[in-house]
């Protein structure tokens, strides 16, 4: 058979290879990649903090449920706080430990808590013990039969400490999320009656809760979210303006008007 030479590569011809990619193509294949990653990369952490958002809205939910069948068996009475922010304080007087039997200890941090005291602790002073965080959520003082500033104005008598002295429960914060950091991150109360001085109490309430918890950041305003639960034991994720407007206007005094309708 013979063969046509023409076809056959000269001896020291160069060979053909495959056709890579060049220096321009490749840079802009990275910056596809990149342009793919940064839109993907907020579409997950949106995904995620709604899903802790949600798994927030249930434990303090069950938080909630928990306080509800506490009552049953208490007289209507509600729990009561204990956790110091500084000074002196019962921690056995604390809704963490009074509630423990009717739901334990897991749903006390919230995954939406960056807190550090949880592995480290928290010092107000060289000379303070360290103290660690026990609890993401806060009480309403204002529920409370020793913290109230109810009872600090006209005596113990004068204590919103139980279901039926709450008209609007549905209207009313019972748990909220305390800072995650300073002497505040390690009690389980903030102080309501002292948000009113000054003509932005947001920042006010920001030293003492996490008016933000929901947002997943640190965001200082009135249009801050964070969730809430109620007196009846319902949720909602509130604008901080929704449930705090000044001394007359909150949902945490049981006598004030109230701004919202309540939670879900």
Request: hydrophobic share 35%; with cysteine.
């Amino acid at each position: 058979m013979a063969i046509d030479s023409s076809t056959m590569p000269l001896e020291g011809a160069p060979r053909s290879r495959p056709r890579g990619f060049t220096i321009v193509e490749l840079l802009v294949v990275i910056g596809i990649v990149g342009m793919l990653l940064a839109l993907t990369f907020p579409a997950i952490r949106s995904v995620r903090l709604a899903g802790w958002n949600a798994e927030d809205r249930s434990q303090i939910r069950q938080l909630g449920l928990a306080h509800l069948a506490y009552q049953q068996v208490n007289s209507d009475r509600f729990v009561d706080v204990g956790l110091p922010h500084g000074g002196y304080g019962d921690s056995a007087r604390s809704f963490v430990e009074v509630l423990e039997p009717y739901i334990g200890t897991a749903i006390m941090q919230s995954p939406l808590d960056r807190s550090p005291y949880w592995d480290g602790a928290f010092s107000a002073s060289e000379d303070s013990e360290p103290v660690r965080r026990r609890t993401s959520y806060g009480m309403n003082n204002y529920l409370s039969r020793n913290y109230s500033p109810l009872v600090a104005l006209e005596g113990p008598g004068a204590a919103a400490d139980r279901f039926s002295r709450v008209r609007h429960p549905d209207q009313v914060v019972s748990f909220l999320h305390m800072t995650p950091e300073g002497a505040y991150a390690v009690s389980d109360h903030p102080h309501v009656e002292n948000w009113s001085f000054g003509p932005e109490p947001w920042r006010l309430a920001d030293e003492q809760i996490s008016i933000w918890a929901a947002e997943g950041t640190p965001s200082m305003s009135a249009l801050s979210e964070s969730n809430y639960g109620f007196v009846d034991g319902s949720t909602g994720t509130r604008r901080f303006e929704e449930v705090y407007v000044d001394v007359q206007q909150n949902c945490f005094d049981p006598d004030a008007s109230h701004s919202l309708t309540g939670g879900s």
